[in-house]
């Protein structure tokens, strides 16, 4: 006790810079690692599809898993489209936690900041979708468009990562920001052009789901149990309704709020109080203090980066390297990576991503709109635009709601093929490009 009351002594609430930079810090120390480990799984779902157990690999994936009652309500689909669709869901709630804390106190939160990987982002998802569509418009392939316009974070701070100290910290600001907005772009992109039949009534249901946790939050409910059995609510209607369920997932990040319910200043005065109540407490009565002031504490975090926190890594080292394995196992061939919707796809990520971000980024500088962080000239931007062509969770992803059989496997080889060529391509440049030591935040 006389520890804690010490620690309480030295106490000040924490500068608004720090509540920014340590989950920023978190997340590029996590999505570090968890590229590399990412890319391994990409590896070993390649290796079996390409080796004598490709097809007991194949069987394995497209086995049937049913959840529900036996005779009455029952969700049946194999188990790769659970991973896509329901597993995913979380990746993609993560996601919109990420943009609300962005947008609020983070990258995203000011003009100044929004201006440049806003104007980056658009023009790093135009051209490449403009490269695809010139080379498939009107043939089978078309629906593809929207593959290579998707921007892989986890792998691009893995790469980043292995070039050390040289990274300048607007670097990594920039790129993360980018891609940010990048994955704003790709739900919209999702829920408004990869949605094949509508139905109304199930949408409703789903949105009277987000109805109950905005009555929720409101009423100050805190249960995390309550919570995901709405969230699973919305979620099956929205599968019911057509629009891609992991849209759910998105609009639930949103509506996570980004204010913590006890403030720095209320929780000093509440531990002081309660560290004198609980030194004069005995049995029952210490610990009902002692579960008080562990849940008042914890609520002095807010829910956005509470959340986060605790399903980040989750996300990173579980459910991205799980749809890899479902998702990623794709023979390769000669013939795969010439087919017109795979060269289609490796144009828009190696070539279109890097022009469309240098091409927009050099003109909003030129006009004023927006300004190169510190460190970030040029050379260095061609290098960033290059590596950002890196599109693999997020394509295969697009590739698998808008593209059947042979034209999904040929867009998963484009995807693998640009990105790798992307990678190895922006490494190269970056590696020539930055200074040899460089400051990182």
């Given at each position: 006790m006389a520890a804690v009351e010490t620690k309480l002594k030295e106490?000040?609430?924490?500068?608004?810079?720090?509540?920014?930079?340590?989950?920023?810090?978190?997340?590029?120390?996590?999505?570090?690692?968890?590229?590399?480990?990412?890319?391994?799984?990409?590896?070993?779902?390649?290796?079996?599809?390409?080796?004598?157990?490709a097809k007991e690999y194949a069987a394995f994936w497209k086995q049937t898993v049913v959840i529900g009652f036996a005779d009455g309500f029952h969700l049946s689909y194999p188990l790769y489209y659970w991973v896509n669709d329901a597993l995913m869901a979380i990746f993609f709630f993560v996601i919109g936690l990420e943009i609300k804390r962005e947008i609020t106190i983070g990258q995203l939160s000011t003009r100044e900041q929004?201006?440049?990987?806003?104007?980056?982002?658009?023009?790093?998802?135009?051209?490449?979708?403009?490269?695809?569509?010139?080379?498939?418009?009107?043939?089978?392939?078309?629906?593809?468009?929207?593959?290579?316009?998707?921007?892989?974070?986890?792998?691009?701070?893995?790469?980043?990562?292995?070039?050390?100290?040289?990274?300048?910290?607007?670097?990594?600001?920039?790129?993360?920001?980018?891609?940010?907005?990048?994955?704003?772009?790709?739900?919209?992109?999702?829920?408004?052009?990869?949605?094949?039949?509508?139905?109304?009534?199930?949408l409703a249901w789903s949105a009277v789901g987000f109805v109950i946790v905005i009555v929720l939050q409101k009423l100050d409910v805190r249960s995390v149990l309550v919570y995901t059995l709405?969230?699973?609510?919305?979620?099956?209607?929205?599968?019911?309704?057509?629009?891609?369920?992991?849209?759910?997932?998105?609009?639930?990040?949103?509506?996570?709020?980004?204010?913590?319910?006890?403030?720095?200043?209320?929780?000093?005065?509440?531990?002081?109080?309660s560290l004198s109540e609980i030194k004069n407490a005995q049995g029952y009565k210490r610990r009902e203090l002692i579960n008080e002031l562990e849940f008042l504490v914890s609520e002095s975090v807010s829910p956005v980066e509470r959340i986060e926190s605790a399903l980040h890594t989750w996300v990173a080292y579980v459910v991205m390297p799980i749809f890899a394995l479902a998702n990623a196992g794709v023979a390769i061939s000669s013939d795969g990576v010439a087919s017109p919707v795979s060269v289609a796809i490796i144009l828009g990520l190696f070539l279109g991503k890097p022009i469309g971000i240098v091409l927009s980024s050099v003109l909003a500088v030129k006009m004023k709109l927006a300004v190169l962080p510190d460190g970030v000239n040029l050379k260095v931007l061609c290098g960033a635009g290059l590596l950002s062509g890196i599109g693999f969770t997020m394509s295969i992803f697009i590739a698998s709601l808008g593209l059947p059989g042979e034209l999904l496997d040929s867009a998963k080889t484009g995807v693998i093929v640009g990105s790798a060529l992307?990678?190895?391509?922006?490494?190269?440049?970056?590696?020539?490009?930055?200074?040899?030591q460089s400051r990182t935040g």
């Open positions: 106490y000040t609430p924490e500068r608004p810079i720090l509540r920014i930079s340590k989950p920023l810090a978190r997340f590029l120390h996590v999505e570090s690692n968890s590229g590399l480990f990412l890319m391994l799984c990409a590896v070993v779902a390649l290796g079996f599809a390409n080796s004598d157990l929004l201006a440049l990987p806003v104007i980056a982002a658009v023009g790093g998802a135009a051209v490449p979708a403009l490269i695809y569509l010139s080379l498939q418009f009107g043939e089978p392939g078309e629906a593809g468009w929207g593959v290579p316009m998707a921007t892989d974070i986890a792998f691009v701070v893995g790469c980043l990562a292995l070039l050390g100290s040289r990274v300048p910290r607007g670097l990594k600001m920039l790129l993360l920001a980018l891609a940010i907005v990048d994955d704003i772009l790709a739900v919209l992109i999702i829920a408004l052009f990869y949605t094949e039949q509508l139905y109304l009534s199930w709405v969230g699973a609510f919305s979620w099956v209607c929205m599968l019911k309704s057509g629009v891609h369920p992991t849209v759910t997932g998105v609009i639930l990040g949103l509506m996570t709020p980004i204010t913590a319910l006890i403030d720095p200043d209320r929780l000093r005065q509440i531990l002081e109080k992307s990678g190895v391509g922006g490494m190269l440049l970056l590696y020539w490009f930055l200074p040899k």
